[in-house]
């Protein structure tokens, strides 16, 4: 016997997850720049987004959570990981090492980027893409 897919939103599940969704969201930008200091990084912040979008579509089967095709996200992110992992060789480093720049901001102080900060963006691309594409493929194959 095949489950029916449940139509429209579960209102219970929106009114209590809408609240916490802004805070998972924030908390794995905060994992992803910590990542390469603390524990956290790119997969556990796209792990984090994945839950996220798995709990909106429980909440909501009809809710269109893709800002576009994962097929794009997953590319995209394996793209810069890639370039971020080659390009110190570039600039005669080891594969993988880090290549750090600190942008003077004026008054308000400093910004350090770290090409491991764009490696873990574009591993958690990965991550939220694959999520997004499960999440796609399970919701076509219910209907």
Known sequence: MRKTWQTGPNTGLWISFGPIL???????????????????????????IAGAIALLAVADPEYQTRMTKPEA????????????????????????????????LGPIGSFKLSSILLFDIGVAMVVVGLADAVMDRIRAALR
């Open 73 to 104: 996200l997953i590319g995209g992110g394996l793209l810069l990981a890639a370039v971020m992992g080659i390009a110190p060789l570039v600039v005669g480093k080891a594969l993988l090492e880090a290549l750090k720049h600190t942008f003077d």
């Open 22 to 48: 802004p805070l998972v969201v924030a908390f794995a930008i905060h994992l992803l720049m910590v990542g390469h200091d603390e524990p956290g990084g790119g997969f556990i912040a796209g792990l984090l």
